[in-house]
Each structure stands twice: as structure tokens, then as C-alpha cells.
């Protein structure tokens, strides 16, 4: 079994995944960029700014210099979606091994190439094995050991394998798949159905639109999926409808926050200020509407969505644009 590993970013999922890892017996390097929360975490074992209140375990080991990152046998990617070309470009300077399993856990799109993150590890690290690892997987849960399941992909079922026996504990299940590309449209796209829902709440809209929009994002996200090569059935698991429902109802959600504020009448510069962390949906919205355009794809609860976040369209608006489209059957594609 894998004795070692980095995660690359100290935020809240990163600690969480750090936690996990040490659980399960691994010496962990949390790589990040800012030395008082390393500080914190190597005297105090806690990072009480991204997750409050939660005992880190003694293996693990929080530096800024990626150097002792670049020498375990795996590496989580777990920064924002719009560092991530620049940590991984510091990671291959470092000197990580071509054998080094790289495992994406960031729910994004490259922002400069519109990539998915494996294609992005590719571009960057192209011998490297790479994995990703999603589902429904808030930071605060896994930080407290409550009950977690999660999917890996990977194109080879042995590196799938080995990972999975890593994040095999008593209150964390993984299960695997080939199809890296699905579980990663999942995990980038359900981050902007989250802010329509929590649109929808600031809104005070009630049950039945929110169960509504959560429904036909879903048809959205399937729709898109199969478009860039993505399996039905895995948009239908633990990283498509499973994250999806998670993210646009659960309290921890950052994204379903933005949204409630933006339901409420706050500007979108106003909501990420509150927020105080990054919520991946705002961006994914930008390089997910793009994406559809690119393969023709209808997506309206996408299109409204990036409206409102960078057309200035009122919430209210956006609305109502929604509900007097042209009447169509449930199953259109």
C-alpha cells in the first residue's frame, strides 16, 4: 500500500483529504501558501480558518515548499480550478517522479484552455498515472469523519485500485470507474446548478422549484456530459446526481450560498466577499456555458446562470426567462 502522500492545497477540502489520508495511516504533506495556517497546523494540528474546530491527525505535516511534495508516491490536486496550471507547472519543476500518481480532487475547469483537470495534468505531466476523485463530498463532513462516499476514475484499474485501497476507512467508500471524464463534468457542472438553487432559495421560491431546477440541471448535465464523451450511468452516480443533490441543499454548499445572496438582491462582488472562500461554480459558469456553445449544446439553466453572473441580468429576470420558454416534451434532447 501507498505509505505517503501530498496534498497540494490546505483549504478546506485539501485539510479534509489530509485527514482522511492520515486517518488511514499515511505520512501526509499539506503543501500551501500561506505560513501561518502551516504554523497552525504543525504546532496546534488544527486550520482553524478553512476548518474550524476539527482535530488534524499528528502525521500530518503542513510546508510551503513543494519540493517535499514532489517526492511522495501520490499527489492530491486539490487547489482552485484557476491556480491549478501554476502549481502544477511548480510541481514538474520540483522534480516529481513520472511515477508519481497525480489525483485530482479539484472541481473545476482550467480557465485558460477550458480543460478538464486530468487533461490539464496531461498537458503538464504527461507521464504521470492520473486518477480523480469526486462524489458528494463536503469538506466540513469529511473533516469529522461522518460517513462519506466517493468514485475514482482512472483509465487504468490498477492505479483505480490503488487509490481506492488508500481511501478505504471505516466512515470513507470509494467505488471505481474508467470513465475519468464523466466523473469530472459532474463534479465542474453541478457547482452551477448550485448557485441557481441557491438562487432559488434567495428567492424564496419554496420546494417545488428548487426540486425542479435541480431535476432539468440534471438533464443538462447528461446532456453535456454525453457531448464531451461522458457515460449516462456515471452522471447518474456518486459524482453527477449524487454531488449535485449535496451541493445545491447542503448548509456547507459555498456555491448554493453565492446563489442565496444573488436571490436576495446582493451583487455578485458582494457574495463572493461574504463568502470569504472560493466557490468554483462562478467560474465553472463562464467555462461551462462556453463548453455547451462550443458543442451545441442546450443548456438554459447554464445560459441563465452565466446571465446573471456576468450580464448583470436581475435574478427575477433570469426567472422568468426560464419559465416562459416555448413548451417541449420532458425527454428532448
Not at 503542513?62 to 519540493?67: C, K, R, S, Y
Not at 419554496?206 to 443538462?220: F, H, P, S
Request: proline share 4%; glycine share 10%.
Amino acid at each position: 500500500m501507498i505509505e505517503k502522500a501530498a496534498v497540494l492545497g490546505a483549504g478546506s477540502w485539501g485539510t479534509a483529504l489530509a485527514i482522511a489520508l492520515g486517518e488511514r495511516g499515511l505520512e501526509v504533506v499539506l503543501f500551501g501558501n500561506e505560513q501561518e495556517i502551516a504554523d497552525e497546523i504543525n504546532s496546534r494540528h488544527t486550520n482553524e480558518t478553512y476548518l474550524p474546530e476539527v482535530d488534524l491527525p499528528d502525521s500530518i505535516r503542513a510546508t510551503l515548499d513543494i519540493e517535499e511534495a514532489a517526492n511522495c508516491p501520490l499527489v492530491l490536486l486539490v487547489v482552485p480550478s484557476k491556480v491549478a496550471r501554476l502549481v502544477l507547472t511548480q510541481l514538474r519543476d520540483a522534480g516529481v517522479s513520472s511515477d508519481a500518481i497525480i489525483l485530482t480532487c479539484t472541481k473545476g475547469l482550467d480557465p485558460d484552455s477550458g480543460d478538464l483537470m486530468h487533461e490539464l495534468i496531461h498537458e503538464i505531466l504527461p507521464e504521470n498515472p492520473v486518477a480523480v476523485l469526486s462524489g458528494p463530498t463536503h469538506a466540513e463532513e469529511v473533516g469529522n469523519r461522518l460517513a462519506t462516499a466517493a468514485v475514482i476514475g482512472c483509465t487504468d484499474e490498477a492505479i483505480a485500485e490503488r487509490v481506492q485501497e488508500v481511501f478505504t476507512l471505516p466512515w470513507f467508500r470509494t467505488y471505481t470507474s474508467d470513465d475519468i471524464v464523466g466523473i469530472e463534468i459532474g463534479s465542474v457542472v453541478k457547482n452551477v446548478f448550485a448557485i441557481a438553487a441557491g438562487i432559488v432559495d434567495g428567492l424564496g421560491l419554496g420546494d417545488n422549484a428548487k426540486a425542479g431546477m435541480v431535476t432539468r440541471g440534471l438533464a443538462e448535465m447528461t446532456r453535456l456530459g454525453e457531448a464531451v464523451g461522458a457515460k449516462p450511468e456515471t452522471l447518474r452516480g456518486l459524482s453527477g446526481v449524487g454531488d449535485l443533490i449535496v451541493t445545491c441543499y447542503s448548509i456547507h454548499s459555498r456555491n448554493n450560498r453565492i446563489g442565496r445572496l444573488l436571490g436576495e438582491g446582493h451583487s455578485l462582488e458582494e457574495a463572493v466577499a461574504a463568502l470569504k472562500q472560493v466557490a468554483e461554480g462562478v467560474p465553472n459558469a463562464r467555462s461551462v456555458y462556453e463548453l455547451a456553445r462550443r458543442k451545441g449544446v442546450r443548456t438554459p439553466l447554464i445560459d441563465q446562470v452565466y446571465a446573471v453572473l456576468y450580464e448583470g441580468k436581475p435574478t427575477g429576470e433570469a426567472l422568468r426567462s426560464l419559465l416562459n420558454r416555448d413548451p417541449r416534451s420532458e425527454t428532448d434532447d
